[in-house]
């Protein structure tokens, strides 16, 4: 019977997915093209038109530009489903997806996040920014019954896509959307403050091979460690030199090991800084518990809204892992959990469709019916709008880390500390789930129950009393820590985490039954920030053992309410394996080619005029 079962809930799954590519067969004719760039490259282009369309029913062009493939190949085969959503697939849309250059079916040579050139001079400097335009530029004159608006859209790679795009500066480009986009390697994705993600290990593959041709297969093989348990894989691998044995021809490997600190080769690759006046529209999309890129949304809402303030720039941040806000779950959880019902299609219908129905549909003026952020109260399970973000009625408050384990607003009266012992051969896990920590995106840690680390001598633990009211953090949390080690360099980590009360039930939908969230903690954001960069990013400076010192950082943008009978713990840690590579807590010039002989115990003290100032909205 249960076999039964499964093979009839196979059935239906792939009647629903045939439906689906039969609604883009009978709805939209497609048509493969090569789009010619300035320099002379071609860039593989498959483009569906809507079949009623006509010169009395125009419509505009929705663009995908990718790293991961257009397929399905051929102009007889179809995808399941067309555009950001089902809903703008069935409302109409032209929609185009790229090849970007290097990759796949696309001649040129591939980049990991190209470098843009702010003054180009000449048809052969050429960065995503130029291939943006002269695809938009092909599209509005060779597409037949287009409306002359084009409309971007991209998650993760394909969002750092839409993210360059914007600076194409193109007149028909009327709306952005990068959602998880990249805006800095350096911070964001493989790094984080410089620390590497060693949880990206297995990716190489995908991001380090030249292909030697146009073609539909991949050209590059996946590491096959034989094993399901990173965590054991990557500490028996031992110092990252070691993995030369994997990637020693790998370009991508080799230009990261090479490059520890954020010298030209990063900084050139940095979005950020190209940022001045804006043309399109634009509506960053990111979700609170994306493992990938958090980063990116919030640093470019950010930064475009000091460098242009007049520009239509709106940021959406919902309970989503990476991209997930793409697909309807029903039952709308992360990890152990449950935010509520049917939350992306919300996003979907009420904010994303409406967003580009205005732009390449409607008149086009400021006035969408959207707010200047649409965030999602992750405490109270809640969307809120904001006129601004972060809140202007936000309050900066500090919390103290206490040398009892007190984490309290006022500063302590006398001096104190907790010093613990940091093992670089015994790291702490980053999440009792090892079935994720291989592949791209370990997805659950985020918001994962904090007990496993907490009750572990290398971790330090901070909490209140049970709070007498809800408590609102909304917006930016900083973390200023004074710390001292008695080794030349260390990695802090600071995780902010949400104590649920003792009578917590469980909810329906929690995909492990032995959880409880009876006392549960649960992740609500936390950052690392290597020592070797307090200072610089670009010219890393040991530690001097036993000096107290001042390491401060982000920790990003949340908007969680902490419920009455709850708590607000801080723990402070100087490992997450294999999510952060370990640092060997001696300075080296160049970490990625620390000898074993370099990783050492060293014991680190964390001093209780430490604080976290966050924003609390009244």
């Known amino acids: ?4 079962i499964t093979l009839l809930l196979l059935s239906c799954s792939c009647t629903i997915l045939l439906a689906q590519s039969d609604y883009v067969k009978d709805h939209y004719t497609k048509k493969d093209v090569y789009i010619t760039m300035r320099d002379g490259i071609k860039l593989f282009t498959s483009i569906y038109t809507p079949k009623d369309a006509s010169p009395q029913n125009k419509y505009p062009i929705m663009m995908q530009r990718t790293c991961y493939s257009v397929a399905p190949y051929g102009e007889t ?3 399941n489903r067309l555009g950001p959503s089902e809903y703008m697939m069935k409302e109409g849309y032209i929609f185009v997806y790229q090849d970007v250059r290097g990759r796949w079916k696309s001649e040129g040579t591939w980049t990991n996040m190209t470098p843009e ?14 291939d943006t335009y002269d695809t938009i530029d092909w599209l ?3 597409v037949v019954d287009n409306n002359g608006r084009v409309g971007q859209w991209g998650i993760s790679y394909p969002g750092f896509y839409t993210a360059a795009g914007i600076l ?3 007149p028909a480009l009327k709306a952005s959307s990068p959602q998880a986009p990249i805006s800095d390697f350096f911070f964001d994705d493989f790094h984080h403050n410089g620390a590497f993600l060693e949880s990206y290990f297995f990716t190489y593959p995908v991001f380090g091979v030249q292909k030697t041709d146009t073609t539909t297969k991949a050209w590059y093989t996946t590491l096959k460690p034989g094993t399901r348990d990173g965590y054991q894989f990557l500490l028996d691998m031992g110092p990252l030199k070691n993995a030369d044995q994997y990637y020693h021809d790998n370009f ?3 230009e990261t090991i090479n490059h520890p600190n954020y010298d030209e080769f990063w900084q050139k690759r940095g979005l950020l800084k190209h940022y001045g006046k804006v043309k399109p529209a634009i509506m960053l999309v990111g979700g609170w518990y994306d493992a990938e890129d958090l980063t990116g949304p919030l640093a470019i809402h950010r930064t475009i809204e000091k460098t242009d303030p007049d520009a239509y720039n709106t940021i959406v941040e919902g309970p989503f892992g990476h991209g997930r806000w793409s697909r309807e779950t029903g039952h709308t959880m992360h990890s152990n959990v449950y935010f509520g019902d049917s939350i992306a299609t919300f996003y979907q219908k009420n904010i994303e469709a409406k967003f580009f129905y205005h732009f390449l549909k409607g008149n086009g003026d400021k006035n969408s019916g959207l707010p200047n952020a649409y965030m999602y109260n992750t405490g109270k399970k809640e969307w809120e709008t904001f006129d601004k973000w972060p809140a202007v009625n936000a309050v900066h408050q500090q919390f103290y880390l206490g040398a009892d384990g007190t984490l309290a607003g006022n500063k302590p009266s006398t001096d104190g500390s907790v010093s613990f012992v940091s093992d670089p051969m015994k790291p702490v896990p980053y999440t009792e789930d090892n079935t994720t920590t291989m592949g791209f995106t370990p997805h659950n840690y985020m918001s994962e129950d904090q007990r496993f680390a907490g009750r572990r001598t290398d971790v330090l633990v901070y909490e209140t009393d ?3 009211d809800d408590v609102t953090l909304g917006g930016e949390i900083m973390a200023h820590l004074k710390v001292a080690t008695t080794g030349t360099d260390a990695d802090w980590i600071v995780k902010l985490i949400d104590v649920y009360p003792p009578d917590e039930p469980n909810n329906a939908y929690m995909p492990n039954k032995n959880i409880i969230l009876s006392n549960y903690w649960q992740m609500v954001r936390s950052e690392i920030m290597p020592a070797r960069f307090r200072d610089s990013f670009e010219k890393p ?3 001097v053992p036993g000096l107290k010192t001042d390491v401060n950082f982000r920790l990003q943008d949340v908007l969680h309410t902490f419920k009455k009978g709850h708590r607000i713990m801080i723990q402070v840690q100087s490992t997450a394996f294999p999510l952060f590579a370990r640092n060997p807590q001696k300075f080296v010039d160049n970490p990625y080619k620390a000898d074993q002989s370099d990783y050492i115990k060293a014991t680190h003290t964390v001093y209780n005029d430490s604080f976290i100032d966050v924003e609390v909205l009244k």
Do not use: C, R, T
């Not at 019977?1 to 039964?4: A, P």
């Not at 050139?117 to 130029?130: C, H, L, P, R, T």
């Open 77 to 79: 085969k179809y995808p």
């Open 140 to 142: 509005i004159k060779n």
């Open 117 to 130: 050139i702010d003054n180009k001079k000449g048809k052969n400097e050429v960065d995503e920014a130029s």
């Open 541 to 543: 400076e040991a530690m």
């Open 466 to 468: 049970v709070l007498k």
């Open 252 to 254: 991508f490997w080799q």
């Open 168 to 170: 194409s500066n193109h």
């Open 1 to 4: 019977m249960k076999k039964f």
